[in-house]
Structure formats: C-alpha cells, structure tokens
C-alpha cells in the first residue's frame, strides 16, 4: 500500500511513501511503550524548554510548513501561516500553564491530607484529519506531551509530509524521538492498534462514521477516547444585530478553509424581516473572495482537498434543490472530478432534503428564515450536531440569554465561532464528547488520582465506614 501526498490544484501526486510494515509499527509503539515509563519523570521546567523551542521552530519553518498545506491539501499560504502561529501560540500556552493545570488538587476531608493527583495515562492515539494538517495535532500534542503522556500520529493518508514535518518539529526542539512519532498506516490498522494494551487512550478529529468506529473499537478495549466530530453550525442573524457586519462576517465564516471546517458557520438563521438584505449582502461578500493559485499571497481559498470531496458536496446539493431548495447564488464545480468548488448560497432548505439534515462541508451557504427568537432556537437546535453556534444582535443580554438555549459546545455573540488555547473545544450530540484545549484538554488524558493519608479521626458521634 503507499500513502500519496496529493495536490488538489493541479491533480498531480506529489509524492508517493510506502505504508509502515507491521514490524516497523510494531517497533515503533514498543518503543514508545518505553518512553511512556520515562518521560513522565522529565520535570515540567524541561518539558517547557522543549515545547518552548517547539514553538520557536514552528515560527522559524513558518513559509515552508504553510507551503506544504497549501501543496497537500489546498490551503492558501496566508492562512497556512496564520494557522503555524496558533500552533506556535498553544505550544507556548502549555508550557507555561500545564504544571499550575495539573497541580496537585487539594480536598478537605477527614484525612490528615486528601488531594487529587494528575498522572499521565501513557501512550495517546491520535487519528487527525487533513483540512488543519498542524493545529488539529498541535492541540492534542501539546497538553499530551506536557502531561507527560506519549504521542502517536496516524494522520491522514493525503497529508503525510505534513505529519512528518511535525514529527520533525517535536524531534528537533529536543524531545525524545519516542515520545512522538508519526505512523504512516491506512486506516485498517487503527483498531489493531486501539486493542494493543499498550495504548492507553485514543483522541479523534473527524467524520461522524470515523467516530463511531473509533469509538466503538475502544469501548470494547474500555478505553478513554475524545472525539471531535462534524458539525453543521448555526449562524442567527436577529432583526435587530448590525446587518452589515453579520453578513460580512457570516461570508467569513462560512468560507474559513475553503468551507471545510467543522466550525464553518453552515446554516444561517435569519429573521424573516431582514432575509433578503442579509441575502443580497451575503452575495456581494461571498463574490468578493478570489481563488487560485495556493500559493498565491492574493488567493482567499483554494480548491477543496479532493475532487472527490467537491463531487459529494455537488451531489449534497443537487438533491436538496432537487427537493425544493432554491439556488441563490450559484457556484459550485465546473464540471465533475475537478477539486475547485465556487461559493454557493442555497434559501428554501427544510426538513426532509440533505441540506436540512447533513453536513455541507464546502463552501455552501443555507439560509433558514426565522419567524422569532423561539423559532430561531428551534431551528438551531433541530440538528444531530452541536459543535459551534453564533448569534448576532444589538443587545448583548438577549444574546447571552438565548446563547444559553443552544445545544452547542460554544456559543460567540457578535462574534465567529473560533477556537483558542485558553477555551474548551469540543461538542455535544453527534459531534463528539470530551473537550480539547484550556485546562479541560490537558485533563481529558490523565488519570485523576485520588490519595488520602491517613490519620483521620471520626467526629463525635459517627462511626468510620468504607
């Protein structure tokens, strides 16, 4: 089997790297096996250091790494350098906050002393997607390292000089090489590995399929998993919010990576006195954007990562028009097999067509007209998703009121759904469980111990019991 680094924009195989044999994986993960008995006597000074340098590096290969996502997966260069500096920004965070995150947690009992102890759970499997080949990773490995877990990368199979560029990353800030390596394995192997004994915990960014496999696969080996799924993000436009600004944001929203992003605003809630106006502006932003060439400093978004990808969206939305969603704006492929795909923006989306209930995870824009605020909640909510949500409007408790109504892993009023080192990132319903980034994330792989001495004596009157 060989692993094909693939360039979207000009349909050419880059480079082809054979697959890792059995004995190689299998060599790799005993050693990492051992460094997971090592590392987590590495004092977090040190640890710190090396992730210090991390970011150093990231920042110093910046051009370079943004040029191979723009190669492998489509990417502009622009916001593959912006996307190197938040990796840059979370490595940094974690090594100056994971020893205050993980700090011993006192606890007033009856014991002499009772706290709550953050050990590491040892080697980490992470299955990463392509669409942000460096800081879906960063995010994992980051907090995992600084715990003192170990690291190991199964990435996407189009994406594998981005995953051996941050393999290098980590080796070259001076970390041990076993506490972080990148397999280049196909997706089969990944359950072999999940039932191996020495993996302790698994962390997923991906499709809701991918998910459930994942999932199911560590439920029968009952281990620890965090999975970041898909989303379909509400975006509510309240008659009273600043028009011009929601709807110039509302296009940045929805074409973040080429519309391939989970939290890409999808569909687009608005109140019915304002849908053509926000409509008609939405349009004029969305035509703005150029394409081309990736590695253009002037493209705004590329191609989708496969052609494959932007035949599936085209089939998403032909069906949904096809059962009465009405174009507004037409974009999409020029002709099928080709990886280019033009904004779109599609109104008249309900129950019952794929745009409804799926996600679009390209550049497509669907429009949801609101009677009010309790229809645009309902609305919001009637999604097997909740990863993000946005809600615009002028008075900032009313937004703070119905953002509290939303079934999502975070709500921005006024604001585009992002995420941040110091946030909690993660989702409910089908996109996932568990939470990445902020304290949460670097707590999500450690065993909570809890350790009382004792000592203790029983208050008056009440037996000790077990």
Same mark, same amino acid.
């Given at each position: 089997?060989?692993?094909?680094?693939?360039?979207?924009?000009?349909?050419?195989?880059?480079?082809?790297?054979?697959?890792?044999?059995?004995?190689?994986?299998?060599?790799? &993960?005993?050693?990492?096996?051992?460094?997971?008995?090592?590392?987590?006597?590495?004092?977090?000074?040190?640890?710190?250091?090396?992730?210090?340098?991390?970011?150093?590096? &990231?920042?110093?290969?910046?051009?370079?790494?943004?040029?191979?996502?723009?190669?492998?997966?489509?990417?502009?260069?622009?916001?593959?350098?912006?996307?190197?500096? !938040?990796?840059?920004?979370?490595?940094?965070? =974690?090594?100056?906050?994971?020893?205050?995150?993980?700090? #011993?947690?006192?606890?007033?009992?009856?014991?002499?002393?009772?706290?709550?102890?953050?050990?590491? @759970?040892?080697?980490?499997?992470?299955?990463?997607?392509?669409?942000?080949?460096?800081?879906?990773?960063?995010?994992?490995?980051?907090?995992?390292?600084?715990?003192?877990?170990?690291?190991?990368?199964?990435?996407?199979?189009?994406?594998?000089?981005?995953?051996?560029?941050?393999?290098?990353?980590?080796? #070259?800030?001076?970390?041990?090489?076993?506490?972080? +390596?990148?397999?280049?394995?196909?997706?089969? *192997?990944?359950?072999?590995?999940?039932? #191996?004994?020495?993996?302790?915990?698994?962390?997923?960014?991906?499709?809701? &399929?991918?998910?459930?496999?994942?999932?199911?696969?560590?439920?029968?080996?009952?281990?620890?998993?965090?999975?970041?799924?898909?989303?379909?993000?509400?975006?509510?436009?309240?008659?009273?919010?600043?028009?011009?600004?929601?709807?110039?944001?509302?296009?940045?929203?929805?074409?973040?990576?080429?519309?391939?992003?989970?939290?890409?605003?999808?569909?687009?809630?608005?109140?019915?006195?304002?849908?053509?106006?926000?409509?008609?502006?939405?349009?004029?932003?969305? @035509?703005?954007?150029?394409?081309?060439?990736?590695?253009?400093?002037?493209?705004? =978004?590329?191609?989708?990562?496969?052609?494959?990808?932007?035949?599936?969206?085209?089939?998403?939305?032909?069906?949904?028009?096809?059962?009465?969603?009405?174009?507004?704006?037409?974009?999409?492929?020029?002709?099928?097999?080709?990886?280019?795909?033009?904004?779109?923006?599609?109104?008249? *989306?309900?129950?019952?067509?794929?745009?409804?209930?799926?996600?679009?995870?390209?550049?497509?824009?669907?429009?949801?007209?609101?009677?009010?605020?309790? #229809?645009?909640?309902?609305?919001?909510?009637?999604?097997?998703? %909740?990863?993000?949500?946005?809600?615009?409007?002028?008075?900032? !408790?009313?937004?703070?009121?119905?953002?509290?109504?939303?079934?999502?892993?975070?709500?921005?009023?006024?604001?585009?759904?992002?995420?941040?080192?110091?946030?909690?990132?993660? %989702?409910?319903?089908?996109?996932? =469980?568990?939470?990445?980034?902020?304290?949460?994330?670097? +707590?999500?792989? *450690?065993?909570?111990?809890?350790?009382?001495?004792?000592?203790?004596?029983?208050?008056?009157?009440?037996?000790?019991?077990?």
């Amino acid at each position: 089997m060989a692993i094909e680094s693939f360039n979207p924009y000009t349909g050419r195989v880059l480079r082809r790297f054979p697959a890792f044999s059995g004995a190689k994986t299998e060599r790799i &993960l005993a050693q990492a096996a051992k460094a997971a008995r090592t590392w987590p006597q590495t004092p977090f000074a040190e640890r710190a250091r090396l992730m210090h340098r991390a970011a150093a590096l &990231l920042r110093e290969r910046q051009d370079a790494l943004a040029r191979l996502m723009a190669l492998e997966m489509g990417k502009p260069v622009t916001d593959g350098r912006a996307e190197i500096e !938040k990796c840059a920004l979370t490595c940094n965070y =974690y090594a100056d906050h994971a020893e205050d995150f993980l700090r #011993d947690e006192i606890i007033q009992t009856a014991a002499r002393r009772s706290f709550i102890a953050h050990e590491p @759970l040892g080697v980490v499997l992470a299955v990463m997607p392509w669409n942000f080949p460096f800081w879906q990773v960063v995010r994992f490995a980051a907090p995992a390292l600084m715990a003192g877990n170990v690291g190991l990368l199964k990435h996407a199979s189009n994406v594998p000089q981005c995953a051996l560029a941050l393999e290098a990353i980590f080796h #070259d800030a001076g970390f041990p090489p076993a506490t972080f +390596r990148t397999l280049l394995i196909g997706s089969d *192997v990944v359950e072999k590995l999940i039932q #191996d004994d020495r993996v302790m915990a698994v962390t997923l960014t991906g499709s809701e &399929l991918a998910g459930s496999k994942v999932a199911a696969a560590a439920g029968a080996a009952i281990k620890k998993t965090v999975l970041e799924l898909g989303g379909s993000d509400p975006f509510i436009v309240l008659a009273d919010a600043d028009l011009a600004l929601a709807a110039q944001t509302a296009a940045q929203a929805r074409m973040i990576n080429a519309g391939q992003s989970c939290i890409a605003a999808k569909r687009f809630i608005v109140h019915r006195s304002i849908i053509k106006p926000f409509i008609s502006q939405l349009k004029i932003h969305l @035509l703005a954007l150029r394409t081309g060439d990736p590695l253009d400093e002037a493209t705004q =978004y590329g191609p989708l990562a496969r052609p494959d990808l932007a035949d599936e969206l085209t089939q998403q939305v032909e069906d949904s028009v096809r059962a009465g969603a009405k174009v507004e704006l037409y974009g999409g492929q020029s002709q099928p097999g080709t990886a280019l795909f033009r904004p779109m923006i599609i109104s008249n *989306v309900k129950p019952g067509q794929r745009a409804y209930a799926e996600e679009l995870f390209g550049p497509v824009a669907i429009i949801l007209e609101a009677r009010d605020d309790d #229809d645009a909640i309902r609305l919001a909510n009637d999604s097997r998703f %909740g990863l993000g949500a946005a809600i615009w409007t002028q008075d900032a !408790k009313r937004g703070e009121a119905l953002a509290r109504r939303l079934e999502a892993g975070a709500v921005f009023v006024n604001s585009m759904v992002k995420s941040s080192p110091e946030m909690p990132f993660g %989702g409910v319903k089908k996109s996932g =469980y568990g939470r990445e980034l902020s304290h949460l994330g670097i +707590r999500e792989f *450690v065993n909570q111990k809890s350790i009382w001495i004792g000592g203790e004596v029983a208050p008056a009157g009440r037996k000790k019991v077990e």
